[in-house]
Every structure is written in structure tokens, then in C-alpha cells.
């Protein structure tokens, strides 16, 4: 929420800087995410009243305006705004004036006509992202003052990051009165005046949902005057706090919600048939809403109808059908109270995101409808006119939140915060804050206000205690605990030696959400339909995730479009799959990698990464396991991956993962670019590790020989490596492959793999004709089940 720190201290005016106050602000749990002026910089822009207007001799698009500015003579000034008239007051830049982007004002000729000055848009001062013509001041604006002066533009808007449960801040009044709270300073809240009808003219109301709309209040406006203006100090308070100026009758509820917290609507009443029902939709039931969306409402959605149909999206958005236009004359003010329950999530349902639904969700005050149903009325007569009648409240008592007494002990109060904090501090600071305190002998009983939906319990009221105490006055104190080491088997791999193993080869550690983008999760794992969430938080992260590679494809898009070329990253998380017994979640490790083989650097060349560049980082990790060669790649095919470079990764024949490239098709379609590697393993199968055993080291010497062969190239280093060491015996302690070639010399359709094999006895040494025995059998074993020949 944006909050204008001049219109605060109109307020509470407590005696610190706008610095210390969003320090506050801050400590106290509203958090303040940035202050920024309420204007840019400029200077030399002063009212001007346009006083003579003559075409340009030698432009039909240009004006020759003279404009009094409050000196000795008026200015000619060149301007081709289409609302410049005689009478009008705008803001006007002097010679040697600077604009916002440091944009000078100079004299000049414009189609040969002098202009000594510019009439300014609101635009031009950096006060709106975009303008039709040039800012209207008031007509009873002095010629010559200061524009910066008249606007009050030397002001701090303060962006509020407030938490779900404080809803009660998401008025101006809220939040003056957690500043005077903890300035101990006086609380100026609005008179509470009520205006009386002058018209007997009233519009019923029916709640036929008493749950979830348990009060309405309403009331008929007559005569208001369509061409009133909203006045410059109201629409200016509207655009710090990022609300669009859309006439007085719609500014009016909008500022009421900015002041008290309390939505609004207005309805043209001659648009109206027979009476407001606040009801569920009915199947089949249609509305066109403000923005020019239909929507077809089911049957839990809560709406504002009348005798005809819906009219609204009860607590979320009006409709076309009653809205206001340039020819209402008379309005029906609607000021409701609606359930959290009732709102929550409604809006995301239709795509969409209000004002209105925010508070309505976090809760609005049960018992500030009619204060804010006088609060619009005299405002709005004062802007435009018109004859008010009677309040009409609709309220089911028996629905309306109850206030219930907590019972506050000093001892717990003492327990939780470490510290005796003295009784007539914690009396002022809960009255202060509107509660109802009560003494009693060992305790006290605290009654909350209407607004605060988040006191419930007594933990509530410590809390509340100790940020207007002040968090940073409560002792520090340490903690006593029993040490404990905990159990490390010996038999698992923990899951920081996997992080860590990843971040010595260049990884960094991503987190990213559960829920996923559908289009992502339909690419990647297209075979597992996923869970979809019935209120997303918006439409890209709508389902639960079946694999990590979604959310870590995003994040690699990301950094792409953010100029990082050589990107590492892994997360492990829970997969969420959805089985016909309920949902499996299981843990799992993955990761992505992009780029150049090796950062940068001038000893090496430059290469992009391949699939086996990933593929030994993969087997770094599952050689913690102990045991590497229970692991095997074999080539297989993924939906998601490229087909002549993936493989599924098994441990004794039993699936526990995926590798490859991501499939071309795929990586264009998600925007990725160049080629993309992923994995993914399943924690629960990679984590059993063999426990170290001692194993005797022979005392006799090793003996080595090399053998090159050709076989086809379909055979695989990993089914030869096994063919080896079946035929090598017990004395074959190693297998190295250290060559591969295919080229000159070799058939077309074989290849050559060079193998060392290494061979030790533990009872003797090995002879020459002993080693030459072993390494015939295993060419012949070769020869047998390949077809491979010696290559000499």
C-alpha cells in the first residue's frame, strides 16, 4: 500500500523525520519496502492562466496563447494541446525552467511565432504515465505560484508491504493509528458526522446469503450533478496512492477506501429494477464486469443482483449493466460487509485482481459500513450535489463476527518475551491500539477491536505487546539446551554432501516454487498429469509440479534474458504425482546446465558443453554411493529430452533417474537458448550407500597390458567394460578405457576403443605368460559376443 507521508501527518504528526518513521513503520511489522518522492524534480514551473488564444498563422494544429504568470507582462506561448482555452489555469514553464529527464526550457520559435515558456501536461511533470491534453489547475488559482506549492508535491510516498493478517491497515486510518501508537501522540480520527436525509427516497435490500454477506448498508443519492469535477486535492491524493481518477462518483468510494479501508460502490439507482438481493450465482447466470470481461459465475461465487440479474461480483468488481456514466443523476451507495471466507480467491477465479477483493480477503472492519456510507455522502455532496435519503442496513447479527475477551497473564506475557514489561505499559500500549482492557486480579481481559481479525488468542496480545514495546528493546538472551549429536549412518549419503559435491563443480543451488507454470510441466513431463490448484496465485504457477525440471527450465530461461550465458544450477524438492490411492511425494535431486564446458580463461580453448560433460557430474554424485558401478546409463527415451542424447539412469536394474539434452523441439517452443542439459534423480534411490569395509592389499607388483579393438560402433564402453572384467577373472583389478577413434583406418560403421587393464595376485607374482593367458581369454570372451578384432 502507498502512503502519502503529508496526508499521514494531517492524521498523526509525530515528532520524527519521514526516515525514522518508515524505521518505524518497519520494526513495529509494517514493512516499508522503499520511500520515493510523490513528484519528479523540476523547477521553474509555475500557474499560469491563459488570458488570449489566436491560431497560428502557419499551423492549423498550433495556438498562439497568452498566458498571465503572475508578472509585470503575459507570455505568448506556442501550444497545440486540444483542451487549451481562454480562462484555463495549467501549469506553465518558465525560461531556464528544467523538467523531469533534465528537459530545459528555452526560447525558441515554433513555425516562425516566439514561444517564451511551455503550457505543461501532467505527463510532462512526471505526474501521470500518460495525458490527453494539458493538467487543468483550478480555475481559482493565483497567476505565478509555485505549481510544486499549490500540489503540495514536497512529499514521500511510503510502499507498505503488509502482511496477510493486517488487513486493518489497508486504510489511512489504520496506519495513523499504529503511528500514534508508537509515538505516543495524539490520534486525529474523522468526525463522525452524520449527514440527515433530505428526501424520502430509499432502494431495498435482501441478504439471501446472511453467512457470507451478514451486513449491507445502502443509500439513495438524488440530483447529483454529472458535470462536477473531482476536485485537484482529492485526485491528487488518488494518484499517489496509484488510483486512476474516473469522476467524482467513483473517486469518492475509492478515496473512502483509502482513508477508512472500507470498499465501496456506487450504482446508477435509474438502472435498478425492484431491489438489491445479495444472493449465490444461479447456473447460466452472465456478467458483463467494468473492464468489458463476460463472466459466467458458478454457484459459490457471491454477487449483488437485482429483480433482473447480477449487477456485480459481490466484494471483487461492479458491472456494466449499473455502472455510472456522464448522464447519472442518481446514485445508490453501497457499503457492505463480506466474509473472508465468502471473497477469498473468488477474484483469481476470473483472473482477477481488485482493490476491493484485496481488503475483502484480509478482512474489513464488520462494524464501519454506515460510518463510511456518511463519510461518501458528504463527500460526494460536497463535490457534486444531490439530495441524500435515508440509510437502508440489512444486517444478520447472529452472523456477524463475534468479539470475543482474551485472557492476558503477566507471567505468560513474562515467559514469552523474557522480560517483565510494567502493567500500566501494557494497558496503554492494548487501549491505545482500540482494545477494551478490563483488570482483573492475576490477569487481564482484553476485547480487540471489530478490525483486527488476527487477535484471537492470548499469544496475539504478547505479540502486539512486544512490537509496540519494541523488538529491539527485548533482552537477548541464550538459549540453554541439551547438546546432541545426532545418529550419521553410515549406510546413507546426506543430502549436503550432494549440495556440496554440486557447488565444488560449479552449480548453484536454486529454489523455486511447488507450483509450476502448466505450459512448463505439459512440456517436460507430459505422461504425469499434474494436480492443478483450485486458487492459484496466478495463472503461471496453477499446478503442483510432477518434476523439478519445470520450475529449473524457468529459471534457466530466467538468467538467459538477463545476459548469463553460462549458467549452472540444481534443486532438490519434493514431486508432487497424483496416484489413484492419493498423492506420492517424493524427494528428488536435479539440475540444468547451459554454456561454455569451463568458465572462461586463457588456458583452455572455448567449447560448449555436452551431454558427457553433465554426465560426469552425475556420476561425481553417484560415486558417494560407494559403489559406482552398480549405476548404469542406459540409452533410453524421454518425452522431454532429445532422443539421441538421454538415458535412464538405473542401480541394479532399478529406475533412479534421467539425463540428456532438452529436446530442441522443446527448448524453442519455452524460449531457451542454445542447447540445455538436465537431471534428475530420486533421492531414495541414490542415497543407500555401501558402508566402507577394508579390503587387503596385495604385496605383489601389478602388471599391465593395452589392448586396441574394433568392434561396431553400437556396442557400448559399458557393455564391453563387462564382458572384460567377466573374462578377466579375479586378477583383472581394473579396467581404464582411455581411447575412443573412428576415422582413417577404420571401417566404416566400427570404431577402436583402447583399453588398460590392470591384473595383481594376492599370492604371487603374476608371469608373462599368466597375463598373456588372461588377456587372450578376454579377446576371445570380445571376439565371441561383439565380433571384435585385435587392431594392430
Known amino acids: 500500500m502507498k502512503v502519502s507521508e503529508r496526508w499521514l501527518r494531517e492524521w498523526v504528526d509525530p515528532t520524527v523525520s ?76 518558465l525560461i531556464g525552467a528544467v523538467l523531469p529527464g533534465g528537459f530545459a526550457i528555452e526560447p525558441s520559435r515554433l513555425r516562425g511565432v516566439e514561444s517564451r515558456g511551455m503550457l505543461c501536461s501532467a505527463k510532462e511533470l512526471g505526474l501521470a504515465e500518460s495525458a490527453d491534453g494539458l493538467m487543468a489547475l483550478p480555475a481559482d488559482s493565483r497567476p505565478g505560484q509555485n ?75 438524488r440530483g447529483v450533478d454529472p458535470a462536477a469535477e473531482t476536485p485537484l486535492w482529492m485526485r491528487e491524493r488518488l494518484r499517489r496512492a496509484g488510483v486512476r481518477s474516473l469522476g ?33 450465482a444461479r447456473l ?55 466474509t473472508p471466507a465468502s471473497i477469498a480467491g473468488r477474484a483469481r477465479r476470473y483472473g482477477l485482481q481488485t482493490d476491493s477483493s484485496y481488503r475483502f480477503e484480509r478482512g474489513v472492519d464488520s462494524q464501519l459500513q454506515r460510518r463510511a456510507a456518511e463519510r461518501a455522502t458528504r463527500l460526494l455532496l460536497d463535490i457534486a450535489g444531490g439530495q441524500p435519503g435515508p440509510i437502508v442496513e440489512a444486517v444478520s447479527p447472529e452472523h456477524l463476527p463475534t468479539e470475543p475477551a482474551i485472557r492476558l497473564r503477566p507471567e505468560r506475557l513474562c515467559k514469552l518475551l523474557g522480560m517483565d514489561v510494567p502493567a500500566a505499559e501494557v494497558e496503554e500500549i492494548l487501549r491505545r491500539l482500540g482494545m477494551a482492557v478490563a483488570v482483573e486480579v492475576d490477569h487481564w481481559l482484553v476485547a480487540p477491536p471489530s478490525s483486527r481479525f488476527d487477535l484471537a488468542l492470548e499469544v496475539d496480545l504478547i505479540e502486539e505487546i512486544a512490537r509496540i514495546h519494541g523488538y529491539d528493546r527485548l533482552p537477548g538472551n541464550r538459549p540453554l539446551s541439551r547438546m546432541e549429536m545426532p545418529p550419521r549412518p553410515e549406510g546413507q549419503v546426506a543430502l549436503e554432501r550432494f549440495k ?110 555436452d551431454f558427457f560433460d553433465l554426465k560426469a557430474d552425475v556420476e561425481a554424485l553417484l560415486a558417494l554411493a560407494g559403489e559406482p558401478e552398480a549405476f548404469a546409463f542406459v540409452a533410453a527415451t524421454h518425452p522431454a529430452l532429445h532422443s539421441g542424447q538421454s ?51 596385495s604385496r605383489f607388483p601389478a602388471s599391465r597390458r593395452d589392448i586396441s579393438i574394433l568392434v561396431d560402433k553400437a556396442a557400448t564402453a559399458r557393455e564391453l567394460q563387462a564382458c572384460i572384467r567377466r573374462h578377466g577373472g579375479e586378477r583383472l583389478r581394473e579396467v581404464r578405457l582411455f581411447d575412443l577413434y573412428q576415422g582413417k583406418g577404420v571401417a566404416e560403421g566400427q570404431k577402436s576403443l583402447t583399453f588398460g587393464l590392470i591384473l595383481q595376485d594376492f599370492s604371487h607374482n603374476l608371469t608373462d605368460s599368466v597375463v598373456d593367458e588372461t588377456v587372450s581369454g578376454i579377446i576371445a570372451g570380445l571376439a565371441s559376443q561383439f565380433g571384435a578384432t585385435l587392431r594392430v
Open 500 to 609: 556440496e559435491t554440486l557447488a565444488q563443480r560449479g552449480f548453484q543451488e536454486a529454489i523455486t516454487y511447488s507450483f509450476v507454470d502448466p505450459v512448463f510441466q505439459r512440456c517436460l513431463d507430459p505422461e504425469r498429469p499434474p494436480l492443478a490448484l483450485a486458487n492459484p496465485i496466478s495463472a503461471d504457477l496453477a499446478v503442483m509440479r510432477t518434476s523439478l525440471w519445470p520450475g529449473l527450465v524457468k529459471t534457466l530461461v530466467y538468467n538467459q534474458k538477463r545476459q548469463q550465458s553460462r549458467i549452472r544450477l540444481f534443486e532438490h524438492g519434493l514431486n508432487f504425482v497424483p496416484e489413484t490411492d492419493g498423492l506420492r511425494q517424493e524427494p528428488y535431486l536435479g539440475g540444468i546446465a547451459t554454456g561454455s564446458a569451463l568458465p572462461e580463461q586463457w588456458g583452455t580453448p572455448t567449447r560448449p558443453m
Open 284 to 338: 447460466g447466470e452472465r456478467l458483463e464486469l467494468l473492464n468489458g470481461v463476460v463472466v459466467e459465475p458458478d454457484v459459490e461465487t457471491l454477487l449483488i443482483a437485482d429483480h433482473h440479474g447480477p449487477l456485480a461480483l459481490a466484494g471483487i468488481m461492479g458491472g456494466e449493466i449499473s455502472s455510472c456514466t456522464d448522464a447519472t443523476r442518481d446514485v445508490f451507495l453501497e457499503s457492505a460487509f463480506f
Open 18 to 93: 519521514g526516515a525514522e518513521l518508515a524505521a518505524q513503520l518497519t520494526m513495529a511489522g509494517l514493512e516499508v519496502d522503499h520511500v520515493e518522492p510523490a513528484a519528479p524534480a523540476f523547477e521553474s514551473v509555475v500557474v499560469g492562466r491563459v488570458v488570449g488564444l489566436i491560431p497560428h498563422p502557419d499551423a492549423d494544429r498550433l495556438r498562439v496563447a497568452t498566458v498571465d504568470v503572475g508578472g509585470a507582462e503575459p507570455l505568448q506561448i506556442v501550444c497545440g494541446a486540444p483542451n487549451v482555452a481562454v480562462g484555463l489555469c495549467a501549469p506553465t514553464a
Open 647 to 697: 538415458a535412464r539412469i538405473e542401480r541394479a536394474g532399478a529406475w533412479v533417474g534421467w539425463l540428456g539434452a532438452l529436446h530442441p523441439r522443446l527448448a524453442r517452443e519455452l524460449d531457451v537458448e542454445g542447447d540445455a542439459f538436465l537431471f534428475e534423480l530420486r533421492l531414495e534411490g541414490v542415497r543407500t550407500a555401501r558402508a566402507p569395509v577394508f579390503r587387503e592389499l
Open 248 to 280: 467524482p462518483l467513483v473517486d469518492v468510494t475509492n478515496y473512502v477506501m483509502l482513508e477508512l479501508g472500507q470498499p465501496m460502490h456506487a450504482f446508477d439507482l435509474g438502472r435498478l429494477t425492484g431491489g438489491i438481493e445479495v444472493r449465490r
Open 147 to 221: 505549481v510544486r506549492e499549490l500540489l503540495a508535491l514536497d512529499d514521500a510516498l511510503i510502499e507498505i508491504e503488509l502482511t496477510p493478517n493486517r488487513g486493518d491497515c489497508l486504510g489511512m486510518e489504520g496506519i495513523a493509528r499504529e503511528v500514534a501508537t508508537l509515538n505516543h501522540c495524539e490520534f486525529r480520527p474523522l468526525p463522525a458526522d452524520s449527514v440527515p436525509p433530505v428526501v424520502d427516497a430509499t432502494f431495498p435490500v435482501t441478504l439471501l446469503d446472511p453467512a457470507d454477506c451478514p451486513r449491507y448498508v445502502g443509500r439513495v443519492i
